[in-house]
């Protein structure tokens, strides 16, 4: 397929960039050839919703075409830092989702799930990013970084179960992705300290066959620290804790997702390493 690339070097640290190409996506051999399966009670995906699920393949679906456009800008300073801005566009067609119908079987009530063509989709997004080492802070050496993406999608679908509708977003796209974070060094124990906060907005996961069936994913924001430190010339203590506040996935349905239909208990979790280096 076409693809073009630009970089243009303006000095001073500063760069300019240009793509435009053209791109197919296949369908993966799961969403076409999956075999159906059944799964009902504890088991169940759907947890919280209808009792049982279904889950089927397509081998009816098209690969996905895409006409993908990106711009940017770079500017380098200090030691490593970088400050970068970026606006990106996606014209796509037969986008694949996953339609998420009710079916009543023998008493029971199933939410199948099966990948299928969307008629047409477009996604907007911008980017912002920097970064930089060795930053002194109250006579700490610190490495801080920060970087956010705000998106804009719409799909078109067009079929007997949905009829003609259009979403205000692509499959699994949050409209906010973001993540910051900085490593301090402790010299005096030959180590150093980090935190991170990672958050991403709700998506969409499965587009209903009428709008009050949409199921999706709530917000997630997950905090991770660690530290380390040598105890000897090269044995290397880490301590590390992830997800510090104890956010759990949550799944959504309804028209605006505004349900909670299951909740995943991951909880916190603490790891100790010995690195030998």
């Known amino acids: 397929m076409p693809s073009f690339a630009a970089d243009h070097d303006l000095g001073g640290g500063t760069k300019l960039r240009f793509a435009y190409s053209r791109t197919l996506g296949r369908p993966t051999p799961g969403d076409i050839a999956q075999p159906e399966t059944v799964t009902c009670g504890e088991d ?5 919703g209808p009792e049982c699920s279904v889950r089927r393949g397509n081998p009816g679906l098209r690969p996905r075409r895409s006409d993908n456009l990106d711009v940017g800008a770079e500017y380098y300073f200090g030691k490593q830092g970088v400050i970068g801005i970026a606006a990106f566009a ?5 986008d694949i989702f996953v339609l998420r119908s009710l079916e009543q079987i023998d008493d029971t009530l199933f939410a199948v799930r099966q990948p299928m063509n969307a008629d047409s989709s477009r996604l907007y997004g911008v980017e912002f990013q920097i970064a930089e080492r060795d930053v002194d802070i109250l006579g700490r050496k610190v490495d801080p970084f920060f970087n956010v993406t705000l998106l804009d999608g719409q799909m078109r679908v067009v079929g007997e ?12 796209q949050p409209d906010v992705t973001a993540a910051a974070g900085a490593t301090v060094r402790l010299p005096e124990i030959a180590g150093a300290i980090r935190g ?6 709700s998506s969409l996961t499965a587009l209903g066959a009428a709008p009050k069936d949409d199921g999706g994913r709530a917000g997630l924001t997950v905090v991770n620290a660690a ?3 040598k105890v000897l010339p090269h044995v290397t203590f880490k301590y ?17 997702l505004q349900y909670v239909s299951e909740i995943d208990n991951y ?9 030998l280096n």
């Open 90 to 94: 996606k014209w796509i067609k037969d």
């Open 240 to 256: 590390e804790i992830n997800n510090l506040f104890d956010d759990q996935p949550k799944f959504l349905v309804g028209n605006r």
């Open 161 to 172: 179960d949905t009829g003609t509708r259009t979403v205000d977003r692509l499959m699994y």
């Open 196 to 201: 991170t906060v990672s958050h991403r907005s």
């Open 267 to 275: 909880g916190r979790s603490a790891f100790f390493h010995i690195v």
């Open 227 to 229: 530290l380390w430190h």
């Open 44 to 48: 169940d995906q759907e947890a919280g």
